[in-house]
């Protein structure tokens, strides 16, 4: 993989760790903070500079109050220990289909953050929510405004009600009312009822 390619693909930010003038690794995350790749050569690791990387990343979202997110495959499980050094817990998983073949990511992030970094990176299979992991059921969205609601439950067995997640913003805080209405919080997404008592007209 040719680094000037990415960057020229690029529609987030990318920095180059560099050792004696070559480059050795790089990373690149989106305007949301969310790394999308991060690369280092084999000849180079364990050196410092996938930290480095992550560190400078990590820093900069903090100055401008953006958690951090990652997607990793769930089968790369170095990549994932490499990521709890940043205080980063898994938080959800997201399935994607790459070449007819299906896979799964687990998402990490600062479990404070979870609900938004799970919608940043997609909509997700489950979500880690005040310590209690919740499932996701996208066969039932619901339409909004400004994207999906999906249903989010307790358990998979028994699908006990929890509430909803907004796939613009990925967020949990979605307010229902009698009316069947959803309401995001944090976006504005909103769910208008199918059917409208009249005397509300």
Known sequence: MRVDARIGDADGRLYVAEHEG?????????????????????DARGQGAGTALVKHVQAELADRGDP???????AAGEGRGF?????????????LTFDEE????????????????AGVVGVPETLRVDGETLQVDE????????GLFFPVSESTADRSP???VCSRCGSTAVAADGLDRL?????GNTHLADQWDEAYL
């Open 22 to 42: 070559a480059p050795v690794g790089f990373v690149e995350f989106d305007a949301d903070g969310v790394v999308r790749w991060l690369h280092v050569d084999l």
């Open 139 to 146: 066969s039932e969205p619901v339409p909004g405004t400004e």
């Open 183 to 187: 309401v995001c919080d944090d976006c």
């Open 162 to 164: 929890w509430g909803f």
């Open 68 to 74: 951090l997110g990652v997607r990793v495959l769930q």
């Open 83 to 95: 990521l709890e050094r940043f205080g980063l817990t898994e938080v959800g998983t997201v399935s």
């Open 102 to 117: 299906r896979f799964t990511e687990v998402v990490y992030a600062d479990e404070t953050s979870a609900p938004r970094v």
